[in-house]
């Protein structure tokens, strides 16, 4: 209070050698009065400041609870669609497995529908004279085998005919060497037994005796 009495009468000089007692009494009571008017203006705009301070945390609190809130139901949502995901590619999983393993089991069903037929043939009781038994065993025979190879061929499967061509280790395996007589030196003479591709990949080798040069003696 005296410091602000004191700058009061340094904005406001006083000549106290003219002034009465009284008048010097009502001189120092005013200026305690501006004084004290000047505290309370500052205590008011501080007070301001403290509830605009006040206002703007509860503001930014406020602010951060929803942002809260709404990272929370992203996470929320982020979650439920990965178990969704989840579920769905197991189920996509078991129903592949499911389908691989049926077409190992029933890959093979019209390949063995079209062989029943074969076998039916076989089983068929070959009922000629004996004069002819041997001509007709034989074009029974043929037509078996012209059968079954059509069966082969509408699944895939090929018979190879490696005679004169060039000796292929993924399709042929060597069993014996021959003499070339008339053959090209290293290429396939005779077949021993059959090989047979599926789809172009081999399945089982054929068995072949490959040409050499005789020495000249």
């Known amino acids: ?20 007692p009284s008048a010097v009494t009502r001189s120092a009571v005013g200026l305690f009065s501006t004084a004290a008017e000047q505290r309370n203006a500052g205590d008011d705009c501080h007070g301001e400041d403290r509830d605009d301070d006040h206002s703007h945390a ?23 669609r990965y178990k969704r995901a989840v579920a769905d590619s197991d189920n996509v999983r078991r129903r592949t497995q499911k389908f691989v393993e049926d077409a190992k089991l029933f890959g093979i069903q019209s390949f063995c529908r079209d062989l029943v037929e074969v076998a039916d043939l076989l089983e068929k009781n070959l009922t000629v004279e004996e004069s002819d038994k041997a001509q ?6 043929e037509h078996i085998q012209g059968r079954l190879q059509d069966i082969f061929t509408k699944h895939g499967l090929e018979k ?41 990949r081999t399945i089982r080798h054929a068995l072949v005796g490959i040409a050499v040069k005789t020495q000249e003696r």
């Open 1 to 20: 209070m005296a410091v602000r009495f004191l700058s009061a009468t340094r904005r406001n000089p006083i000549d106290l050698c003219r002034l009465t």
């Open 58 to 80: 509860v503001t930014h609190v406020r602010a951060l609870e929803m942002r809260a809130r709404k990272l929370e139901e992203q996470v929320h949502d982020l979650t439920e």
């Open 136 to 141: 007709q065993l034989t074009q029974y025979l």
């Open 160 to 200: 190879m005919t490696p005679v004169g061509s060039t000796y292929d280790p993924y399709q042929h395996e060597i069993v014996c060497h021959t003499p070339a007589e008339g053959a090209e030196p290293g290429t396939v003479a005779m077949v021993k037994q059959d090989g047979y591709m599926l789809h172009g």
